[in-house]
């Protein structure tokens, strides 16, 4: 046994088998030559369940024992692979917190994902306005205060839901967090989305677990080395009453034929963090360290050091840098009015010399101006909204209306307007400003979006 029991079993049925008279119909190769052709061997790791293979929706063999080196690696009291991505994960623990009634308190700029799992639980969302930054004017997330303050206007919120980190990298005070939850009997999501790494090494900020999380999503794929698409949802000692309904979420929301092609890439991934995780991460910290200019957006919080924000002066200087490096074959994870984001990968970093040479002239930009939130907290019936009678409405003409469909800016995908919401002039000139600039919106078909009939 080499520590990955489910790639190993996956490799000796792939040796042993010699026709495939099941799904998938490529057959492990045959039938579909081209994609064989495409990356030589792929289809022969694509198989589905088999006596020997076991079965993600009730594991007992590999993928048992592979979840059990996942949360070892945690230090969980269970760990469930999912191949539906952060999604997934975030829609389970979502789920499985408000089966038994209850609402759900989110951060404003949550993720959309949360959407679906509220819609399934006919549950309301308590909406809270995130602090925010007084020098770079960017969300530092839930505080204690705004979570207490929440639970006072409601107390019915069974689960808060926070981003840990940020988009940008910038870790919620989520032991604070925990503690207010704790006092109103309500669980503490994590949505790990982009901090599966962190507790990997001593430069990073404190994992979502030890900060006394109940359930946590670990976007392995954004951050833990793992193909594109999987994620971990991780239970701590709080959630060890909702070990049921976890898995009756899962069961509700999952594929019934996840990839073990996907599944085996988590392994991996587990594996080569349970064992080298501080090594491999040390030069990627210090090459990170090297482009680090007083232009990154820094703030009091910890922050995850390789998610490398950069403020501009404006759009258009943005959009130049970017382009100026795209030249040169270096593309940024994200960009938006006057700030890129570049994301250091761990292992051995690629080439980052033109990042480095740009960032070292950037000025420090001028404090923004801060924008008063419009509501510090705001509740509204997602399911009503969603199962409403609605009309399309031209951008320009549905300021004062309700918001009958979500609608994101990809990436990140955190909603500029939810179902339910009133939509306001700042919301709108948003969302126009970023079709100006090419960016992929959705719930926006060429300039009209769906309201709420009156």
Sequence with gaps: MTGTPLTD??????????????????????????LDTLIPGLCTWDVTEQPELDDLSHPQGPIAKAQ???????GAKAAHYLTGGATQGVQAAVLASLLHGGALLAARDSHRSLLGAALLADADVVLAAPDRDPLFDVSLGLSPQTVERAFAENPDIAAVLV??????????????????????????IADAAHGAHFGWHPQLPTAPLAEGADLVIAGMHKSGGS??????????????????EVNLALRLIGTSSPSYLLMVSLEQAVRVALEDSERL???????????????????????????????????????????????????????????????????????????????????????????????AVQRIALGRALRARRVRRRLADAEGCVAADVVSVVPPGIPALWP????????LEGVSRALEQGRRVMGIDQEWLWVVAE
Excluded: M, W
């Design 9 to 34: 079993a996956v490799q000796a049925y792939r040796k042993s088998t010699l026709a495939r008279l099941h799904v998938p119909a490529h057959g492990g190769g045959p039938g579909n030559p081209a």
């Design 68 to 74: 059990g080196a996942a949360a070892t690696l945690y």
């Design 163 to 188: 981003p840990y980190p940020t988009y940008l990298g910038i870790a919620t005070d989520l032991g604070g967090i925990v503690r207010v939850a704790h006092e109103h009997g309500a669980l503490t």
């Design 227 to 244: 193909l594109t698409q999987t994620a971990l949802l991780l239970e701590g000692d709080g959630a060890a009453d909702r070990h049921e």
């Design 281 to 375: 991460l040390a030069p990627a910290l210090a090459a990170a360290r090297e482009i680090r200019s007083a232009a990154r957006v820094l703030t009091k919080r910890p922050q995850d050091p390789l998610r490398i924000a950069l403020q501009f002066e404006g759009p258009a200087a943005a959009e130049e840098f970017c382009r100026s490096l795209a030249l040169e074959g270096v593309r940024a994870e994200y960009l938006e009015e006057g700030l890129a984001l570049f994301i250091v990968p761990f292992g051995t970093p690629p080439p980052l010399a033109p990042l480095a040479r740009a960032a070292i002239d950037l000025a420090r930009p001028a404090p923004a101006a801060l924008q008063p939130p419009t509501q």
């Design 420 to 427: 339910g919401e009133g939509i306001t002039r700042q919301a």
